[in-house]
């Protein structure tokens, strides 16, 4: 199993600014994701987290918004960066521990909140 | 492109008697994995269950089961003596595995309430 811990747990930030979410693992993981959650909905995968590369971006989300580091095999960052209302989600990290093990662990989730 | 999807926003159940949520999943894949994430209202995503899609036999856990029909692509949860404690948002989820990177598509989610 791997334990997920995301800092911060909730952010109010003014419009125009950025937040810089970090995600650490208690183990080494292959595989890092990040997601969003818009209030009352499901999540929707943001990027892939590639360690040592830049990640992958899924469809309608793009690195200048979201800029994503993974340093190594324990430690992933997401920014959001020029912050608007439309940006108040909760943010949740992700990670697989490895190629074989299926199951996805996350972490709590950053409740951000753009005024 | 997969989709997954849930039916019923909301559920309500007496304490102690069964409930069964509904998911329905699209996909051209053959190989491919199926969840049921649970998320309490502190937010942390706990895996429930899951169920490979090369097995036949449905998934259980404890008190916990699914009712998986892979020709119709349809992935229930079934949830007997419901506990207060079970009240949250279930996600159903699907992953294919070897392509795509393993990401999950989640559906919409059921928010279901165990009523004492």
């Known amino acids: 199993s791997a334990v997920i811990s995301q800092k911060p747990s909730r952010d109010i930030c003014q419009r125009g600014t950025s937040l810089t979410i970090q995600c650490q693992v208690d183990?080494?993981?292959?595989?890092m994701f990040w997601y969003r959650q818009q209030p009352g909905q499901s999540l929707t995968l943001i990027a892939t987290?590639?360690?040592?590369?830049?990640?992958?971006?899924e469809s309608g989300f793009v690195i200048d918004k979201f800029p994503i580091s993974r340093p190594n095999l324990t430690f992933s960052t997401l920014t959001v960066s020029n912050m608007s209302p439309e940006d108040s989600s909760i943010y949740l990290c992700?990670?697989?521990?490895?190629?074989?093990?299926?199951?996805?662990?996350f972490g709590q989730g950053t409740r951000l909140t753009v005024v | 492109a997969q989709t997954v999807t849930q039916s019923q926003p909301e559920m309500s159940v007496q304490e102690a008697e069964t409930v069964t949520l509904s998911c329905t999943y699209d996909?051209?894949?053959?190989?491919?994995?199926l969840f049921w994430y649970k998320q309490p209202p502190s937010r942390q995503m706990i895996l429930v269950i899951r169920?490979?899609?090369?097995?036949?036999q449905n998934a259980t856990e404890n008190r916990f089961s699914v009712n998986f029909q892979k020709a119709a692509k349809s992935f229930s949860l079934k949830i007997s003596d419901s506990q207060l404690g079970d009240t949250a948002m279930y996600f159903c989820?699907?992953?294919?595995?070897?392509?795509?990177?393993?990401?999950?598509?989640f559906g919409q989610g059921t928010e279901l309430s165990v009523k004492p």
């Open positions: 992700s990670a697989r521990p490895d190629a074989v093990n299926t199951e996805a662990f």
């Open positions: 183990s080494q993981v292959t595989m």
């Open positions: 987290a590639n360690q040592g590369s830049e990640a992958t971006y």
């Open positions: 996909t051209s894949e053959s190989n491919y994995y």
């Open positions: 169920q490979e899609a090369y097995k036949q």
């Open positions: 989820a699907f992953m294919i595995y070897y392509n795509q990177g393993g990401k999950l598509i």
